[in-house]
Antibody, heavy 122, light 107 residues
Framework: QVQLVESGGGVVQPGRSLRLSCAASGFTFRSYALHWVRQAPGKGLEWVAVISYDGSNKYFAGSVKGRFTISRDNSKNTLSLQMNSLRVEDTAVYFC???????????????WGQGTIVTVSS | DIQMTQSPSTLSASVGDRVTITCRASQTISSWLAWYQQKPGKAPKLLIYKASSLGSGVPSRFSGSGSGTEFTLTISSLQPDDFATYSCQQYNSYSWTFGQGTKVEIK
């Protein structure tokens, strides 16, 4: 079935780095833009970053611009989020999500992973 | 960035009630608005896209309306499975933003 599965979360000290991955299955991965969305404990959803279907376009939220990078490997059906210079306020559940617009994004997010927890703490 | 403001933040209702949640955008977003349902510890689920289009497999008791800057999500007859948090999201530009969420509680 159509599925996204995140991994790579954990506990990390402020200033350090962490890399999240999202494995996709059940759909034509190379045809869809993909997003990262996070949710801090007890808070609402915050969009983090997006990468177009072919990796040629990337956009970031202001809160992570210059610190996070997004990439994808269409041969392996995987999405990644490299998080550098982590801050306490980056603590959240991180979800990957599919943009339903295919190559014609932006659109709503129709498939979500279960999330992976990132805790930034000394 | 476009700001999204939902009201109310919390709503107490009973099974069978008609429930309406409002979402306002800080600038016009045409009909580029989605609604999501989220239960504790779970990922969000797409309910409505393009302001009024029903997501795949979503019951017809859910409906969305609005355009420009003001939008509503309506649940025509609240069911036990509907107690959750609902969030709106704009996708008018390459900077998606969510509302702060509305928690629908059992009255």
């Amino acid at each position: 079935q159509v599925q996204l599965v995140e991994s790579g979360g954990g506990v990390v000290q402020p200033g350090r780095s962490l890399r999240l991955s999202c494995a996709a299955s059940g759909f034509t991965f190379r045809s869809y833009a993909l997003h990262w969305v996070r949710q801090a404990p007890g808070k609402g959803l915050e969009w983090v970053a997006v990468i177009s279907y072919d990796g040629s376009n990337k956009y970031f939220a202001g809160s992570v611009k210059g610190r996070f990078t997004i990439s994808r490997d269409n041969s392996k059906n995987t999405l990644s989020l490299q998080m550098n210079s982590l801050r306490v306020e980056d603590t959240a559940v991180y979800f990957c999500a599919r943009d339903r617009g295919g190559g014609d994004f932006p659109d709503a997010f129709d498939i979500w992973g279960q999330g992976t927890i990132v805790t930034v703490s000394s | 960035d476009i700001q999204m403001t939902q009201s109310p933040s919390t709503l107490s209702a009973s099974v069978g009630d008609r429930v309406t949640i409002t979402c306002r955008a800080s600038q016009t977003i045409s009909s580029w608005l989605a609604w999501y349902q989220q239960k504790p510890g779970k990922a969000p689920k797409l309910l409505i896209y393009k302001a009024s289009s029903l997501g795949s497999g979503v019951p017809s008791r859910f409906s969305g309306s609005g355009s420009g800057t003001e939008f509503t999500l309506t649940i025509s007859s609240l069911q036990p499975d509907d107690f959750a948090t609902y969030s709106c999201q704009q996708y008018n530009s390459y900077s998606w933003t969510f509302g702060q969420g509305t928690k629908v509680e059992i009255k």
